[in-house]
Each structure stands twice: as C-alpha cells, then as structure tokens.
C-alpha cells in the first residue's frame, strides 16, 4: 500500500482523536505500521483539534503530517484552518453542515456526508459522530478489514455501548456505500 | 487479576514508560498529574495494583518524589513522573536522592515553557534543567527516548541504572514521543536484563562499599538495620560530618560512580548514515525522527548527511561526537529550545567544525522540510 496520511479535525469533544486512535488501533491489528498523534490546546471543549494517524507497509520516521492525503472534517472553522495545505489528490470527507469552496472541490474527491445528523436521527446520540466517521473514513480508504475495524471500536469505548458504537461504525460505512451509488 | 497483557499493543510513549517500569520492577508510584505527563499517572493507577504494587496521587509535585523516595529507601523500586513547572519543583528532592544514594526514576515530559506555557505543545526546553537544576556539584543521568518502543526499552534500562548505581535517573520525554501512539512489544520481564541494588550492608556501615568499589551496599529500610539518612555530608554510619576530608572524598565519590562507570552502561547513542557523511545533524528525543526523514530525502537529493542522536544526554557522548566531527564540514543541532545542547557541542567542538543551529519554540514540532532546507542554504 502506498503511505495513507490521514488528518482528521473538528472542535474540541467531537472525538476526533479517538477517531484516529480506532483508526490506527485497525490498521495495526492487521499488521500495518501505524503512528497516531495530535495537538490541541488546554481547553477542554471548544478548541479547535487536530489529530493524525500515518499508515504504511514500513517503519514511519516523521511522526507529523505535512501534506494530508486524506482530511475528515467536522466543524466549518476545523475545515477553514486544516484544508490549506493537502497533498494531490488528497481525498475529503466532511459533515454535510461544513460548506467547501469549489477551488477545493475542483481538486479533490470531497464526500459531505450527513455524519452529525445521522448520529442524532439513526444512533440516537450526537457523541457517536466520531464512530459514524471513522466507519465512513475506513469504507472510503480501505485502511482496516471489517473485522479489525469493530474489534478496534470495541477497544475504545465504554462498556455496555458495544451494539450502539457497532451499528455506528456500520452507519458511517453504509453512508459513503449510499453516496457513491448514487453518483 | 487483571487479564494477562497483550505482548503487542498501540500505546503511547506515556503508557509504554508504564510498561517498561513495571518490567523493570517498578511497584510504587506517587504523582500529581500534569499535561503532558498525566497518562503515566492514569496508567500506573491502573496497572500497579494488578501486579501487587501501590499508586499514590499526593498533593503535589515535591510530596510525590518524597514519597517515591521513601518508598525507595524501603526497598520498593520508585518512580514519579511531571512536566515542566512540577520538575522545577522535584529539583530539591532530586539533589537529596543524590546525596542520599536513593535509587529513582524521575520523568518529566517537557512542555513548552517557562511556567505553564503551552502545556500541550511539544519543547525540548528542561534539557539544562536536567543537568544543573538541583543546586550544587553533583553527577546526572538523563535519558531521551525517541519513539514509543524505545519508551518501553530506556525506562527499563533508567530502572537498571537507578539500581545499580543509586542514583535519580531522569527520563528525559517530549510531548512528541509521551503522547505519539506507535505499536510496543511489551518485553516480560524474564526475556530483559534486570539490575537490582545491592542489599548486602558491609559492617553493618550503610554507606561502606567495597576495595575498588563506589557504590555503598544499603539494606531496606525495615530490614533489620537501623541507620540514618540525611542531605548533609555523612560519614559510613549515615551522620552528618563537617569533616572535610570526608566531605571531599564523599563528593568525589559520588561524581565518580557516574564518571567511571560511563562506559559500562551509562552511555549510550546511535548513528544513523554517519559512516560518509561530511554534514551530521545532532538530535534527540522527538526529533529524531523529522531527522531521520530529512536524512533519507536530503541523501536523495545528493547530500552526504548523517544523523547523530544522543541517547544518554546525560553524561553527553562527548569523545564519540568529537572523534566523528573530524570527517564533518558542517554540524547542525536541531532543537526545540533556544540552543542548550547546541552549547554543549560548541564546547566540545571547539571551533573545529562550523556548527549551525535550527531551534524552534513556538509549540509546533521541528519537519523534516525545515531541516533539509537549512541543509540546502548552507551548501548554496
């Protein structure tokens, strides 16, 4: 596999660390090399937060991303401040409330998918928007088998939400299914 | 019981300091969590009473080295672990364990700073605290691991080094490496080299040692021997003395037992395409592996660079870096603080080789594109 870069951002509580902590958590029960990290700052909600998880077949030096080759985005000022600088062909996925510009949208595979809604409507939770993601993200990409993918869900989340976070993770994967048959 | 570990996990290099402690033999901890070290604090809670240990939160940074201290002194092996603003206030405990002879593993994973600065942000900036932040003459270890496994891996030789030589060992972190999740093989402690102190009083004299020999042999606090400890200079029994002769001897000692056993252990470092390179580039910690990347792209590009990491940057692997400066045209430190190891390598070069510096402190990580730019505009 060619070295995925994976970026995912929002504000501070919308989980996207641990979505890139599932993330690297399935790509290495299937064997991959992975490094996962992030920065925020000391607010405990509210900030604006970035993580990262890089995937590949050998050792990783650089621990950071330079040029995304793929960026998730959940929150409009996450999108604003992280999709400057994103490598050729660098695919996107972003909560349909986040609006892209069209020099954007020209350049890159841009998926807006219902991701927040659905979490309120179908999962019952708006919390769960991270799973919904990361289910989306790993249908998109093709980081992690099935099976890996909702061991690693299981890994991270409180006891006794295990049937929520796995139709969550089943959710994100069947929004991006839904989408690109109807493109 | 807990159930048994995985051998292979994602962790972070804070829970991987965990797991290397606790093969080592750590079975007490006493902290006051603090960004970016709490995970150290949140998994020792977790994990030492699984495996019969203690896990104490105190009220602050000073009351956890004491308490690990003591825990020490009664024969248990100890760590705690901070940032920044707690390791200013570790400093007067960590001179004591040194004048003490108490066996400890302090880490502090630095932030960015002075006071609370960027908690979350990534500095290089404690690396001369490390070395002079307890006050008087006295010998250091310090250790910068650059990667999750290598976490796990220098922990356990911190522990070994603490043991063998009663002395604090710090365990130099960065944000970059405590909070990166990469994947560990957790090492059981049967598989590893496992040093422990020697318990075996000499005349019944707590701070006697042997013909040839530095380091006193102390039993356990609730072994049988009563005897004192104290910060002042102490003769064998452990009471103070204003003798100078004993004084003297004893502060020699003391810087000795680092000095002398530096190439049995202590010392410690690694090379990476150093062997034809004319441009070396000093690193350490986390980043080492924006170094790395720079050395593979900037050797791509035609340039004969090589990295050079200390991994003991505490006795600094002086003769080892000037011997390879010799083949070198350019030597560039790369840091996150203004420059501390880059006075170090001055002192030690000399003049002899021109030295550059690329040091970065707004709280963003060193990349590999800033490094092999310095590279290029040197060679313009």
């Not at chain 1, 607010?43 to 950071?64: H, S």
């Not at chain 1, 986040?98 to 020209?106: C, D, G, L």
């Not at chain 2, 395409?273 to 350490?284: L, S």
Request: net charge negative; proline share 5%; with cysteine.
């Amino acid at each position: 596999m060619a070295k995925e870069q994976l970026r995912f951002t929002g504000s501070g509580g919308q989980g996207v660390i641990l979505g890139t902590i599932i993330m690297a958590e399935a790509a290495f029960l299937d064997g991959k090399q992975v490094v996962q990290s992030q920065s925020y700052g000391p607010e405990a909600r509210g900030g604006l937060c970035k993580a990262e998880t890089i995937v590949d077949d050998k050792p990783i030096n650089y621990t950071k991303i330079e040029t995304p080759t793929f960026l998730l985005s959940l929150s409009q000022n996450s999108f604003d401040k992280f999709s400057k600088k994103l490598a050729p062909g660098a695919a996107i996925i972003v909560d349909d409330s986040v609006r892209v510009p069209e020099r954007i949208s020209q350049k890159h595979e841009v998926l807006q998918l219902p991701i927040i809604q659905s979490a309120i409507d179908v999962i019952g939770k708006k919390v769960s928007a991270n799973i919904i993601a990361c289910g989306a993200v790993n249908e998109a990409l093709h980081l992690a088998s099935q099976k890996s993918m909702e061991e690693a869900v299981l890994a991270h989340i409180p006891r006794g939400t295990e049937a929520l976070n796995l139709k969550a993770v089943r959710l994100g994967a069947k929004l991006v299914q839904d989408r690109r048959k109807t493109e | 019981m807990a159930e048994k570990q995985k051998r292979f996990q994602l962790l972070q290099g804070n829970e991987a300091c965990v797991e290397g402690a606790l093969a080592a033999g750590m079975r007490f901890f006493a902290g006051y969590p603090i960004t970016p070290s709490t995970e150290i604090a949140e998994r020792s809670a977790v994990r030492l009473p699984q495996v019969g240990g203690k896990f104490m939160q105190m009220e602050d940074e000073i009351a956890s080295i004491a308490a690990a201290l003591g825990a020490s002194v009664a024969g248990t092996k100890s760590m705690t672990a901070t940032s920044g603003p707690g390791f200013s206030l570790k400093q007067e405990n960590i001179g004591y364990a040194t004048i003490a002879e108490i066996p400890i593993v302090i880490v502090d994973v630095m932030r960015s700073g002075p006071s609370t600065g960027l908690p979350t942000s990534p500095s290089q900036g404690d690396v001369m605290q490390a070395k002079w932040g307890t006050h008087g003459d006295h010998p250091v270890i310090a250790i910068c691991p650059c990667s999750v496994q290598d976490t796990f891996n220098q922990t356990v030789r911190a522990f070994n080094l603490a043991e063998r030589f009663r002395t604090p060992v710090i365990l130099l972190m960065d944000e970059i490496v405590g909070h990166m999740r990469e994947g560990c093989e957790i090492i059981p402690p049967d598989e590893l080299e496992i040093h422990n102190r020697n318990t075996h009083m000499i005349n019944s004299m707590p701070y006697a040692f042997g013909e040839g020999q530095y380091v006193p042999h102390m039993t356990s606090f609730g072994d049988g021997h009563l005897y004192n400890i104290t910060g002042l200079f102490h003769d064998e029994a452990g009471f103070p003395t204003n003798d100078n002769q004993i004084a003297g001897e004893e502060n020699d000692r003391i810087m000795k037992k680092i000095q002398i056993y530096k190439y049995s252990g202590i010392l410690d470092y690694e090379e990476y395409q150093m062997e034809d390179a004319d441009i070396g580039i000093v690193c350490y910690g986390g980043t080492t592996r924006a170094v790395r990347e720079a050395v593979d792209e900037a050797r791509d590009m035609g340039y004969n660079v090589g990295m050079f990491r200390p991994v003991t940057l505490w006795p600094f692997p002086e003769y080892e870096l000037v011997s390879r400066a010799r083949q070198l045209r350019r030597l560039i430190v790369v840091e996150h603080n203004y420059g501390q190891v880059l006075l170090t390598v001055e002192g030690i070069i000399k003049g002899d080789t021109k030295v550059e510096f690329i040091g970065k402190v707004n709280g963003t990580a060193i990349s590999p594109t800033e490094i092999i730019k310095k590279i290029e505009e040197g060679d313009e």
